[in-house]
């Protein structure tokens, strides 16, 4: 249990002693300010406490006070209208070390029992020139209770000619503000079992990383602490429940399976824990887990639980399908395991068809998914000395006894880079244009160039009024035999060759485009061919009318 669990179960039934620092600003080095404590369950704070003053009485119905804690000229704590508190103060000494008077005054309370010599009638000062105890009530909820102690010159003097050596305010509440949940001093946090185990006090309601993703047959934690209003834990009668939607359950006992939710009473300590899981064996469930205290909903978690293997995908990997021949092909296949919800699992581990194999392929990765839970596994194949190609399938049997089996991934293995061509997508372009450049490379064959082919060292694109977008990179590999590029198109116009130059692979290659300054741009040349056009057509016009009116 933590320390501030002890803490406040102590305080509930009577709780606590502080200690008060020593003020040296006003005395000679050899005299001794007064010191005090308030009392818990009888412990002598100090010494020379005279047992005469004490009797069987102790502080009451104080709240937040942990023991024998040192008071300071600013000390605080709450207690409840009902209780009363008890300071013990030591006698000080001068500087020839007989004892000094001391005092203890009262505001927003009444002293009640005294050990001291002299005290008001008002009840509101006591001062005595030895050791006291002084027992104060509180005057009302709502009103704090103020508490001073002072080394006096003179008795009855505390006020005036007194010297302040601490001073504890107590902040008054009712009884009946205990067992009043409060939402800022309880906490609620998903956890994993390490976490459950240490069995501590919650103190915040942020979730533990990975603990609401709960494998196929798992359960999920959650810790809470409940508090009411004076920061105390709320009493064993608390009723707690808790529910989930979406056909998980929640209990308050832990199961490795559970078939329904469940309510419970707190424990009145610091720590307790919710279960969620599924409600059906194998489902997958996005559920919303809601605690209420005492009928009143509280607070709201959320968990995946995670359902039985329900597909198997293949697709392309990182790095490509068209392995090259005599290798093994890095990240070529994307491998993902899936529940009904479309949800990655981690850790599944698949078996290869026998028919996956042929005289090309002729290795692969253990198929097993890795930890991700937002991207596929990149796993690798591997390729004989013989281009071709083949089908990847793989299978698994999941908890239910169904055999789960994943579409055909085609895989070739191919040769390297042997020949290229490159083409523009357009003609002409626009100043501003955004222009693509395909480069297309084939092995010896004919086939894709293998995905390891790169554009070469010696590899360079040059055109004129032609800005690459992403610089070409001599370690630049080809998808299936294809690798793109992206210029912005200048703003001067004209026809232009763009060079593109793989002589690791092929001789240089050129592609010729053009760029105009807009679309419906015409040449002098084609004005000139307009006007012309034009004329001929009125001659046509004026002869005809010529012929009409001689006819008539």
């Not at 020839?96 to 203890?104: F, L």
């Not at 001062?127 to 010159?153: Q, R």
Request: negative net charge; aromatic residues 4%; glycine residues 10%.
């Amino acid at each position: 249990m933590s320390t501030k669990t002890n803490f406040k179960r102590v305080a509930l039934v009577a709780v606590a002693a502080l200690g008060i620092g020593v003020l040296t600003s006003v005395a000679p080095a050899n005299a001794a300010a007064s010191t005090a404590v308030l009392e818990i369950n009888g412990a002598a704070g100090i010494a020379a406490s005279p047992s005469a003053t004490r009797g069987t009485g102790t502080s009451k119905g104080l709240i937040g006070v942990s023991a024998q804690l040192a008071l300071t000229t600013s000390s605080t704590a709450t207690m409840y209208s009902t209780g009363a508190a008890i300071v013990q103060v030591s006698a000080g000494t001068d500087s020839n070390s007989a004892a000094t008077i001391s005092c203890v005054s009262v505001t927003g309370g009444t002293i009640v029992g005294t050990g001291g010599d002299n005290a008001n009638d008002a009840g509101t000062l006591v001062c005595a020139n030895n050791a006291l105890a002084v027992t104060a009530t509180p005057s009302a909820a709502g009103t704090n209770m103020v508490l001073k102690v002072y080394d006096a010159a003179t008795a009855n003097t505390a006020t005036t000619g007194g010297t302040l050596v601490a001073q504890l305010t107590m902040t008054v509440v009712t009884t009946t503000s205990a067992g009043t949940l409060s939402a800022s001093d309880s906490f609620a946090q998903a956890q994993t079992t390490t976490e459950v185990a240490a069995a501590a006090e919650v103190t915040n309601s942020g979730d533990v990383a990975t603990a609401t993703r709960i494998a196929n047959g798992g359960q999920g934690y959650i810790g809470f602490t409940l508090h009411d209003v004076n920061d105390v834990a709320m009493p064993a009668t608390t009723v707690v429940s808790c529910s989930a939607t979406g056909g998980a359950v929640c209990s308050f006992t832990s199961a490795t399976f559970l078939g329904t939710s469940s309510a419970a009473t707190y424990d009145g300590d610091n720590y307790d824990t919710a279960y969620v899981a599924q409600g059906t064996a194998n489902a997958a469930i996005d559920t919303v887990v809601t605690i209420s205290v005492n009928g009143a909903p509280w607070i709201t978690k959320s968990f995946q639980l995670l359902g039985d293997l329900a597909s198997i995908e293949l697709a392309s990997g990182l790095g490509g399908v068209y392995g090259e021949v005599s290798a093994t092909q890095d990240g070529g296949i994307n491998l993902k395991a899936k529940d009904s919800l479309g949800r990655l699992l981690t850790s599944v581990a698949t078996s290869v068809s026998a028919s996956s194999y042929n005289t090309s392929l002729t290795g692969f990765d253990a198929m097993t998914t890795g930890d991700s839970t937002s991207v596929g596994t990149q796993l690798d194949f591997t390729c004989s000395s013989t281009k071709g190609s083949g089908e990847l399938v793989v299978s698994k049997t999941n908890t239910a006894g169904t055999k789960i089996t994943s579409n055909a991934l085609k895989l070739y293995c191919v040769g390297a880079a042997y020949s290229y061509s490159a083409s523009l997508d357009k003609a002409s372009y626009v100043p501003g244009d955004i222009a693509t450049l395909t480069i297309t490379a084939k092995d010896s064959a004919g086939n894709p160039a293998s995905d390891i082919s790169t554009v070469g060292a010696a590899a360079a694109i040059a055109g004129s009024n032609m800005t690459a977008v992403t610089a070409l990179a001599t370690t630049d590999t080809f998808t299936a035999g294809v690798k793109k590029y992206t210029f912005i198109v200048g703003s001067t116009e004209g026809s232009y060759a763009m060079s593109v130059s793989l002589t690791d692979i092929d001789d240089a290659v050129t592609v010729p485009y053009s760029i105009k300054a807009s679309s419906t741009a015409v040449s002098n040349a084609d004005v000139l061919k307009a006007i012309v056009s034009l004329i001929a057509s009125i001659n046509k016009q004026i002869a005809a009318l010529q012929k009409a009116l001689l006819k008539k």
